[in-house]
């Protein structure tokens, strides 16, 4: 029997000396890889890791992160990677939670989580960016040598904590069979082969950065400039040796911002992805006329992998996410009633497919909630598609809003406003309204300072219906984002819960 997910992804090369990862402190080459992993991977056994024990990582990006992330996979268990960002209190939810047997943490956090992983009886351990750490520390008496522990498609291979706006985070359960075939359905649909350098700026907490990226990109027997994180002068310095970037729309539009950002910079590149967040379509078409290139936009989520994108060859529409991947069964449906809504409607995504994980950890209410009695996932993404296929997505159900009776998809005012000289971006959304229920804000950030509120109203007036113009406009200097570029619409409602009771 073998391990899916590692003879899928990571053996195919494990003894090549073609260099894997190229970072500002040189090469890392697969052989050199496979056997950092294979230390790891001891190392861990050591520690107390059975198969399907979990292992609880909190640390920065670094080569060394990625082989532990490669090593809790040949050894049989479950990667179960945090953001960086979350405090010792909030790890205090994903530790008890999801009870691994090994925790991974960074010396900065370590104390504070000595009291969480005792509670539970997991071996602690810390992994620093500098390569330092208490399991660095025993690598070097580790064998190089190690036979993976056979899991099939159906085990654990990771649980991803959802990023969750609205009440508690929930640990998606993504089988050996979920990531090694979006790794596959990817690489062919985006002709990624072993000639790829893949531009790396992303985090490797999250999908994208972590799967999307690196199981792709491995199982090609490619190679990653694998940096810390996103910033311009990295972009401009590595871009030239990269045929390929996977990005969040932030990436794009600073990029774009940038005067040293030019087509010579680009022409190296046979492609550019956007995903994560709504890439806006003002942003696609800047970059193609900067560089020439069109942005490939993409849709997924922690739950169900990729699933919907525009092509390879074919027409890149600005505004969409594209079509269904091959092997992904995509419909839009009626919320209330399940019914697939007619050609250009709104309606939920639901899917279903090899992609879509099975379940969340330990919450067996939720993921029956979630899922209807045929296996289709429902995303919670609202959206509609067009006669060629193409799909648009709208917004999150929880977003809508529904003022005075009436539902009002923020999109539709987000690009209207957007369109508006002296705009640069807007969220619209919903708060509590004594007479209409909720009423529509637009919170806007505005390119020139001289922009004033009452030009917006006059400009949506006769262009969209009344109960879709907002009743407040409010400016700001930026969107609350979170690292993955989402604008966190729950945290604009409410900062402006008041304004309307
Ligand atoms: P996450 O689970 O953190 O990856 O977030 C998934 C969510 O991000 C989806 O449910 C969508 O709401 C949003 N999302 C991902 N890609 C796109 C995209 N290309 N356009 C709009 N929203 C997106």
């Not at 099939?152 to 640990?171: F, H």
Request: glycine content about 8%; aromatic content about 8%.
């Amino acid at each position: 029997m073998t391990n899916v997910l590692y003879d899928g992804v990571f053996a195919p090369f494990s003894s090549s000396e073609k260099p894997f990862l190229l970072t500002p402190s040189g090469h890392v080459s697969y052989t050199a890889f496979t056997q950092l992993t294979n230390q790891f991977a001891n190392c861990l056994v050591k520690n107390g890791l059975h198969p399907d024990d979990r292992v609880a990582v909190q640390v920065d990006k670094s080569v060394m992160q990625l082989a532990l992330y490669a090593a809790v996979i040949k050894a049989g268990g479950v990667y179960l990677p945090l953001n960086t960002e979350y405090t010792p209190h909030e790890l205090d939810y994903f530790i008890s939670d999801a009870k691994p047997a090994v925790v991974v943490v960074a010396n900065r956090v370590s104390e504070a989580v000595t009291p969480l992983a005792s509670g539970i009886g997991a071996n602690l351990q810390t992994l620093n960016a500098d390569e330092t750490g208490s399991l660095v520390r025993q690598l070097d008496l580790e064998s190089t040598d190690f036979t993976a522990v056979p899991r099939s498609d159906e085990d654990l291979a990771a649980i991803l904590y959802t990023s969750g706006t609205t009440g508690r985070s929930k640990g998606a359960k993504l089988c050996h069979r979920n990531l090694l075939s979006n790794a596959k359905v990817l690489a062919k649909s985006w002709h990624f082969t072993s000639y790829d350098v893949l531009l790396h700026m992303l985090p490797v907490y999250h999908t994208h950065g972590l799967f999307v990226a690196t199981n792709l990109l491995c199982m090609v027997g490619g190679s990653i400039i694998f940096l810390p994180k996103f910033s311009i002068a990295d972009a401009l310095a590595w871009m030239p040796k990269a045929t390929s970037m996977m990005g969040v729309p932030t990436f794009y539009t600073r990029l774009i911002d940038s005067s040293e950002f030019t087509r010579e910079v680009a022409s190296h590149m046979r492609l550019f992805i956007s995903g994560s967040a709504p890439l806006l379509a003002e942003t696609h078409v800047k970059f193609e006329r900067r560089t020439g290139k069109m942005i490939l936009e993409r849709y997924g989520m922690t739950e169900t992998n990729m699933s919907i994108s525009n092509p390879y060859e074919g027409m890149r529409i600005a505004g969409t996410v594209g079509k269904p991947l091959p092997g992904v069964e995509i419909r839009i449906v009626d919320t209330k009633t399940g019914v697939p809504v007619p050609e250009g409607e709104i309606g939920i995504i639901e899917q279903r497919g090899d992609n879509v994980f099975l379940g969340y950890w330990e919450m067996p209410e939720k993921t029956a909630e979630s899922f209807r009695a045929d296996g289709f996932f429902i995303t919670g993404d609202m959206a509609k598609q067009d006669k060629n296929g193409y799909i648009t997505i709208v917004g999150r159900d929880k977003d809508l809003i529904i003022s005075g009776g009436l539902n009002v998809y923020p999109k539709e005012v987000e690009v209207m406003i957007d369109d508006i000289d002296g705009v640069l971006e807007s969220a619209v959304i919903g708060v509590p309204h004594r007479d209409f229920g909720e009423a529509v804000v637009a919170v806007v950030v505005p390119s020139d300072k001289n922009l004033d509120t009452a030009l917006i109203s006059r400009s949506l007036t006769g262009r969209i219906a009344k109960f879709k113009q907002p009743k407040a406009i409010v400016l700001a200097d930026a969107l609350p984002r979170n690292t993955m570029g989402k604008v966190q619409k729950a945290e604009l409602r409410r900062s402006h819960a008041d304004l309307f009771v």
